[in-house]
């Protein structure tokens, strides 16, 4: 995505069970280089001139008694190896960062402890079970094609939050520094988070207009202002009889998330919520 990578033409890993490490490095790889052909055995070849992980005791093994560790202590596995070499260059280093810190790691610390991880378990269960007479190869591929969906679905949603970065920053930029207004839905709490917008309205694929609001932190989903508490749950009716908006419809029953047939009822509701809190918080005082 960010740079032409040099990716070998062949690849070469471990045979038999499988486990999410050589599969995901095995998906990474084919979307890297979808003309890589991959081996699977016991041994590897000898003179072999292509990427070899997750056996071989190399660059991208994992199995040796000096294995490798990331400075916070999680250690590597052969997709955090592949990772690390090809990743920032596919992606860029900050996102790079962030999929091996919220995806990788988990995985590799389960591959090298054993620790639960569900999205492991379900790779392990495609290898065929004790008393199958099933071919671990077809069932390794059956899984390399899941981890690849995987991957391509999230590198995708990656690519659309930096397009939508453009969209979210222009309309930040012309806004009012209160209420965001953008007029189609675009990813935006990456870049409205940590800013003075306390509501986004945006078109709503329900039809209408949504107002919601932005969270404290990426990792605190407490919002800056709710709406009030007495709307959250109501039925249309009620909602618009005690708001006096006309076309509100919906409060969501945890009060992040509003509702209303125009944009300028979504706005007239985001503005409600932000009096109705600065009137509580007199009230406290």
């Not at 492991?120 to 591929?141: H, R, V």
């Not at 919601?212 to 800056?224: A, F, I, M, R, Y």
């Not at 709710?226 to 009620?238: I, K, M, S, V």
């Amino acid at each position: 995505m960010t740079e032409q990578l040099e990716i070998p033409s062949k690849g070469f890993t471990h045979g038999g069970k499988f486990h999410s490490d050589d599969v995901f490095a095995t998906a990474f790889l084919r979307i890297l280089n979808p003309d890589i052909v991959i081996e699977r055995g016991f041994e590897v070849p000898e003179n072999f001139d292509g990427i070899v992980y997750d056996i071989g005791r190399g660059e991208f093994d994992h199995h040796q008694k000096d294995k490798e560790y990331r400075p916070n202590g999680c250690p590597y596995a052969a997709f955090g190896l592949i990772w690390r070499a090809y990743g920032a260059g596919f992606i860029g280093e900050d996102e790079a960062k962030r999929f091996d810190e919220s995806f990788i790691q988990p995985l590799d610390e389960s591959d090298n402890t054993g620790c639960p991880n569900m999205l492991a378990k379900i790779i392990d269960e495609f290898n065929p079970g004790w008393d199958s007479f099933k071919n671990y190869n077809t069932c390794f591929w059956r899984a390399v094609e899941m981890a690849e969906t995987i991957l391509k679905n999230h590198f995708s949603a990656v690519a659309g939050i930096l397009r939508a970065q453009v969209i979210v920053r222009q309309a930040m930029q012309q806004g009012d520094g209160s209420i965001l207004v953008l007029d189609t839905y675009a990813p935006w709490k990456s870049e409205v988070i940590g800013s003075s917008y306390r509501f986004v309205v945006y078109a709503s694929n329900r039809g209408g207009y949504s107002a919601q609001g932005v969270p404290v932190s990426q990792e605190d989903n407490t919002l800056v202002c709710d709406f009030p508490q007495e709307w959250w749950g109501l039925e249309e009716e009620e909602l618009q009889e005690l708001s006096g908006i006309p076309t509100l419809r919906f409060c969501h029953s945890s009060g992040f998330l509003a509702a209303a047939g125009t944009k300028e009822d979504a706005i007239a509701a985001a503005e409600y919520a932000i009096v109705a809190a600065k009137i509580r918080l007199r009230q406290q005082k």
